[in-house]
């Protein structure tokens, strides 16, 4: 089958926002074939702790590729304990230079409750300027939501949660079942 005759994985949006001391990634449950909900209750927001080192991840794409890109990010962590900047660049060289990692299709939005990044296939990682990022069909949304909201009184759960809310209402491959997970530095 070629990949323009298959109607592709929509849907997804993660967003992270860091306020008030604390980090929020937020991820809706619905994932798409085509025009078709095939699920609305996926969980794309993980916690992990490699080597007793709490982090969370959100993650748009492909769910195998994600779970092995995670996989990835938990070994980098245990080589590099408490160190997930390093942990993050060293994960987005391998899937840039590595022929079988090149091949997956995901994003990953990653914290440690100090920084947020957000890791892609080109071998980037990226920390926001304004605190608040968001990736999936629905990012752009998100992301648009999430920074309004930013300079209000609502603490980052509350800006995730509206944030989300907003891109729900907009974009199609998104819902409004949300998996939500946070942590404090």
Not at 44 to 67: C, E, H, M, N, Q
Not at 113 to 126: E, K, N, P
């Amino acid at each position: 089958m070629d990949n323009q005759d298959f109607p592709g994985w929509h849907g997804t949006t993660i967003i992270g926002v860091k306020k008030g001391g604390e980090v929020v990634i937020a991820g809706d449950g619905q994932v798409s074939l085509g025009q078709t909900v095939i699920k609305g209750t996926a969980r794309k927001v993980r916690r992990l702790s490699p080597g007793g080192y709490d982090i969370i991840a959100g993650f748009a794409g492909s769910t195998a590729d994600a779970f092995t890109l995670l996989e990835r990010l938990e070994a980098k962590l245990e080589a590099t304990p408490g160190q997930l900047a390093r942990a993050s660049v060293e994960l987005a060289k391998d899937w840039r230079t590595d022929k079988y990692l090149q091949k997956l299709e995901a994003m990953l939005i990653v914290s440690d409750g100090a920084d947020i990044f957000v890791i892609t296939g080109a071998g980037d990682v990226l920390e926001p300027e304004h605190d608040v990022t968001a990736i999936g069909s629905g990012g752009n949304f998100a992301l648009a939501a999430g920074r309004a909201l930013m300079d209000s009184d609502h603490s980052a759960e509350e800006v995730a949660r509206k944030a989300m809310a907003i891109a729900s209402d907009i974009c199609v491959y998104t819902n409004g079942n949300l998996t939500v997970e946070t942590i404090s530095k």
